[in-house]
């Protein structure tokens, strides 16, 4: 199985300021269409994950251009340029390589 | 407007069985892979199932192998999870998903507990 490993495992940051979030797998997710399956979800409190950037770098419909993904191979990144109180929430990384997908442990994100 | 709804979660106890679905709709079912995650209260998210876009092809976590069976209507646009034997570690709540990862329901929790 391939390992998603996040850091940090929580954040606190002002409102406005930037945050970043990274994902390791351990395996590359670059499958042989070139396209590399590595997925960002926020799942706000009581709700079920919502997709924030999918493929590593395509921001889903909807999302707000503050968050953007970035990475390849194996390191990816996180990063929301001005975080708003509306981030709260715990983010993860899913891979969509391989069976059985795997996410990240989780990074809780809260406002200071 | 793509919209999952699970339900039939609940509380059972150990050795019992419970049958979810997942209701589709916005999106033409038949044609997509499904798969089921769960998250067990305060902990992270975990694959349980995948079913391909006919029902043919069906794979499991090797923690429900054996007790879990994934299964799809593609008339009514459902996909189902039965449950057998389960165990106070099967306790999460559980969604549905599609490929492509875009659309997750909202859950239905099970609680298994005597």
């Known amino acids: 199985d391939i390992v998603m490993t996040q850091a940090p495992l929580s954040l606190s940051v002002t409102p406005g300021q930037p945050a970043s979030i990274s994902c390791k797998s351990s395996q590359s997710l670059l499958y042989s269409d070139g396209k590399t399956y590595l997925y960002w979800y926020l799942q706000k409190p009581g709700q079920s994950p919502q997709l924030l950037i999918y493929?590593?770098?395509n921001r889903f419909s909807g999302v707000p251009d503050r968050f953007s993904g970035s990475g390849s191979g194996t390191d990816f990144t996180l990063k929301i340029s001005r975080v708003e109180a509306e981030d709260v929430g715990v983010y993860y990384c899913?891979?969509?390589?391989?069976?059985?997908?795997?996410f990240g442990g989780g990074t809780k994100v809260e406002i200071k | 407007e793509v919209q999952l709804v699970e339900s039939g979660g609940g509380l059972v106890q150990p050795g019992g069985s419970l049958r979810l679905s997942c209701a589709a709709s916005g999106f033409t079912f038949s044609s997509y892979w499904m798969y089921w995650v769960r998250q067990a209260p305060g902990k992270g998210l975990v694959w349980v199932s995948r079913?391909?876009?006919?029902?043919?092809?069906?794979i499991y976590a090797d923690s429900v192998k054996g007790r879990f069976t994934i299964s799809r209507d593609n008339a009514k646009d459902t996909l189902f999870l039965q449950m057998n034997s389960l165990r106070p570690e099967d306790t999460a709540m559980y969604y549905c998903a599609r490929r492509g990862y875009d659309s997750w329901g909202q859950g239905t929790l099970v609680t298994v507990s005597s």
């Open positions: 899913m891979q969509g390589i391989q069976l059985p997908l795997t």
């Open positions: 079913i391909n876009s006919d029902g043919s092809s069906t």
């Open positions: 493929e590593v770098s």
